[in-house]
């Protein structure tokens, strides 16, 4: 063979392995393209959820390995509370095979998660890419949320099992059946988290009548959703009531109106039997607030629960109930709402009678709290489950606190906006049936948003108002907002067209 024969082939060769590098390396090469262009398209989310994981970061290093409130312990044991214990079943899970660091850094993944289902969930509803980001900075961002996630509490997996069933149901314009049995589930199972869900069934299943599709799919679509959200709900129950002899989610239900009605009643004027008159509390324990007089050990009621029967005292907890409610309705009406608007304040702090807030803010010492969240009692579960000795580090705490304090939450007048907006944005869904399709998948996916918002917070205030039973706002009322606006948005830009068409 010739020099030029040999040459040759050894330029051929060369150029083929050249080909197959380029051709091995542009799979990797073609994915980190997509992957820039994708957070350049998305620049906006991309910055936000940098910042909330840099800041969810810094809270798993500032408290460890977590913070432990007072309904802790009943979860990590077998403790009886007024809850369903269905948040028992992850935890107990991941410290099976980790210990309280794991559980947190789980937490703040959910969290994260939850802000990119909810960005891609109303992208494809139609929402603007900047509009998608204005929902979601506040799950990122609202220093109480993260430090619900750096809790040992259900808050967190209950919002995820919110935004798991919301995003089942609004997934694709038309809702299959398999997305309603789904979606039905999910939403259920939240209820054994939180009994609260249960007030998420109305919304989803008002959602699907809206959605049409003929009155008979409509009515079976709803129908098929209630059975099965009680599905988990009547599991639960069966389970309890085999374990307990109370076939329930809790113990809540009519006695736990004590405190709400407890805090309006006069009792100077309210005509009670005698039983009922030892449990109508005076001024200064009704100063205390609706929470103190349904779980401190001074209060009345609970006095009673020490010496009698639990059931001889739910029945005069009960009868206490009705008749404040028969006799003086209003007071208890102003108290509610007064508590409702409290939403909507421009500062986060403690009005008279409430829980205190501190409970739900980063502190600059490792928190205990009395009476189930004592030092020797987290001492001796960190013992059992793992997880290191209680640690703060304080120079970043001392910035969670700053930041927490001096405006790092949602600001109460932007949840106005979106309560207006999305107000506007349901009633368009049940007004409105001449919409172009894209406009009304957008109202409808804030009917079911907005409706879900309305019913948890009026349902969680109708008990005790606390800032902690206000998260659930910024994945139902945020977005549904969001989607108000959008809709309106649309609305108004088809109103001008059709205007200059005229013209």
């Known amino acids: 063979m010739s020099r030029t024969n040999i040459a040759g082939n050894g330029t051929a060769r060369t150029a083929v ?110 929402v603007s890419r900047w509009l998608a980001a204005l929902a979601i900075a506040p799950i990122l961002l609202d220093a109480y949320q993260l430090q619900q996630e750096q809790t040992i509490m259900t808050t967190t997996w209950f919002e995820a099992l919110i935004v798991a069933g919301l995003a089942i149901l609004l997934w694709n314009p038309r809702t299959s059946w398999r997305a309603v049995i789904a979606g039905g589930l999910v939403i259920g199972t939240s209820a054994v988290v939180a009994q609260v ?11 699907l009548l809206a959605a049409g599709g003929g009155w ?43 405190g709400r009605t407890a805090a309006a009643v006069d009792c100077a004027t309210i005509k009670l039997p005698p039983i009922e008159r030892n449990i109508c509390p005076t001024k200064a324990e009704q100063a205390h607030g ?12 609970q006095a009673y629960y020490r010496d009698l029967p639990r059931a001889e005292v739910d029945s005069a907890v009960t009868g206490f109930t009705k008749a404040v409610l028969s006799q003086q309705p209003l007071r208890v009406l102003r108290a509610y709402g007064a508590d409702v608007l409290k939403l909507y304040a421009v500062y986060r702090q403690t009005a008279p009678g409430d829980p205190p807030i501190t409970r739900w803010q980063f502190a600059t010492t490792f928190p205990y709290l009395s009476p189930h969240a004592t030092k020797p009692e987290i001492a001796a579960i960190l013992r ?31 949840l106005a906006l979106f309560t207006l907006t999305g107000a506007f944005g349901s009633i368009l869904a049940l007004v409105r049936r001449r919409l172009d399709p894209r406009t009304r998948e957008l109202a409808l996916a804030c009917l079911l948003c907005f409706g879900s918002a309305v019913c948890l917070l009026l349902v969680s205030d109708a008990f005790v108002f606390s800032w902690r039973y206000q998260l659930p706002a910024l994945v139902t009322l945020v977005p549904g907002g969001v989607l108000g606006m959008a809709a309106f948005t649309r609305l108004l830009l088809a109103k001008r067209r059709s205007t200059y068409s005229a013209a």
């Open 290 to 301: 609706d929470d103190w007089l349904s779980f401190n050990s001074a209060s009345p009621v």
């Open 17 to 126: 392995t050249r080909r197959a590098d380029r051709s091995a390396a542009s799979p990797a090469a073609s994915r980190a393209g997509s992957a820039a262009q994708l957070v350049r398209r998305h620049w906006l989310a991309a910055i936000l959820l940098t910042a909330g994981l840099l800041l969810r970061v810094l809270a798993q290093f500032a408290y460890r390995p977590a913070l432990f409130y007072i309904d802790s312990v009943k979860y990590i044991y077998n403790s009886e509370g007024n809850d369903p214990e269905g948040y028992k079943a992850p935890l107990r899970a991941i410290l099976f095979v980790a210990n309280f660091n794991t559980v947190v850094a789980i937490q703040h993944l959910l969290g994260l998660a939850m802000a990119v289902v909810i960005y891609v969930l109303l992208m494809r509803r139609g």
């Open 384 to 414: 059992q489950f793992g997880g290191g000795r209680p640690t703060v580090w304080r120079p970043v705490a001392d910035f969670l606190h700053y930041y927490q304090v001096r405006g790092g939450y949602t600001p109460g007048p932007l």
């Open 197 to 207: 869900g249960e007030a998420l069934i109305l919304p989803a299943a008002v959602y």
């Open 216 to 258: 008979r799919q409509a009515v079976g679509k709803a129908a098929a959703l209630v059975g099965a959200c009680a599905l988990p709900i009547l599991a639960y129950c069966a389970g309890s009531f085999l374990i307990t002899g109370q076939f329930a989610l809790s113990h809540q239900g009519e006695t736990s109106f004590y």
